[in-house]
């Protein structure tokens, strides 16, 4: 069995500098597909209030 030794604080930091990376990639796939949801509902309201 293998113990984990622990990291210095240059590999620390470069963990965390990955991290938050991925986070900010994240919330911006979020954002963007809430926003493709927002823009589908607009359409498809706005093809139901066109027909006359």
């Not at 590999?11 to 954002?31: C, E, K, P, T, Y």
């Amino acid at each position: 069995m293998e113990l984990l030794t622990p990291l210095s604080r240059a590999d620390s930091q470069a963990v965390q500098r990955r991290r938050r990376g991925r986070n900010w990639a994240m919330l911006a796939a979020l954002i963007a597909l809430v926003g493709l949801f927002y823009a589908i509902t607009l359409v498809k309201i706005g093809q139901g209030t066109m027909a006359f």
